[in-house]
């Protein structure tokens, strides 16, 4: 469902070799809104059965899938989609609180992350896997129907008004994040309080593994061409943390010799063009995270160390300068390394 960001986060002991055998924990894995998922468990006796844990995996999984997937004619956002209407709309909590957060986020990267980008996203063909670069004339025809300021969202009554009929609200730029913490509530709900829970490549984790040792997570080195590893991240805090990655190198197209990322700025209509190749973001609720990696990723390398440092978010950026590829890590995001 995340067509916003590609980026992997890679489990280190699924990669490298020499990891310790840990066979006392459970591993669960599947397909699910577009993607695969893994999730490793520290199973005790306070766990419920792995079959039940099976089932409301794929039960909460599939209900997510019905509210925010763009690719089902019958979901909740499908459905407000269709409806051009200036009147007000009722909508389900879910929603409601990821459109606050969104809507937060819009408002700290300046403008540059944006759900309502869903019409251009179409037009460049990255919706269908069938991209092509437009024209000035079909670009200008979409951009008046596109920003969050069109959008008001009335949270408490749980409803949206569109002050354009034409708007369309594209969820997964920040849908895959909300997901993981779904699931990892699930899982705490059902006795399970040391796991790793991956849809997509983005990630929550919480607790130890079941030898006593940090979750290990590695950061793919941002290159079209490579799947290696750029950073171990080790997740000390006990009590949980998502991490999540946005990068520019995987979903892309070529066209006469120039390059086309996925990631489209609302307010050109065209895909950014910085030096910017990889957001990594740690945050104690994956949705917030979800959404803060795709903002960082958008505003390009000097904007994205303002506004993280301004914001205290743990992110670390990777990104091109003369033919090499350098980090910056915030401050905070440096605190708990």
Known sequence: M??????????????????????SETEVEGAAQGTTYH??????????????????ISTTLAEIDAQLSNYREDSEISRINRQETGHWLPI???ITDLLLIAN??????????????????????????????????EIAA???????????????????RKKDPKLKIDLSSIAQGYSVGVVA????????????????????????????????????????????VQRVIDIREEAGSAVMTAGTYRNFFEDKGI?????????????????????????????????????????????????AEEKDVKALLIYDEDKKLKEYMTKAFLAVQ
């Open 39 to 56: 999730i490793k468990m520290v199973l005790d006796d306070k766990s419920s059965p792995l079959e039940e844990i099976r089932r409301q």
């Open 185 to 228: 509530h699930r899982l705490e709900a059902l006795g399970i309080q040391n796991y790793l829970v991956e849809i997509g490549g983005e990630m929550m984790v919480k607790g130890r593994k079941a030898n006593g040792d940090n979750w290990r997570i590695g950061v793919e080195t941002p290159v079209p061409v490579s799947r290696s």
């Open 2 to 23: 995340k067509t916003a960001c590609l980026s992997t986060i890679i489990l280190i002991c699924l990669m490298l070799s020499g990891c310790q055998d840990n066979r």
């Open 104 to 137: 937060a986020v819009y408002q700290y990267s300046e403008g540059c992350y944006d759900l309502t980008v869903k019409p251009l996203f179409d037009l460049w063909g990255f919706s269908s896997h069938d991209t092509r670069v437009p024209t000035d004339q």
């Open 259 to 307: 390059t086309y990322s996925h990631i489209l700025n609302p307010k050109t209509g065209r895909p950014v063009s910085h030096h910017l190749r990889s957001v990594t973001v740690m945050h104690d609720d994956p949705a917030w995270a979800d959404a803060w990696d795709t903002a960082l990723l958008c505003v390009g390398e000097k904007a994205a160390e303002r506004i």
């Open 92 to 94: 389900s909590r879910e």
């Open 142 to 160: 979409l951009l008046p129907h596109i920003g969050m300021s069109l959008l008001e969202i009335d949270g408490t009554k749980q409803r949206i």
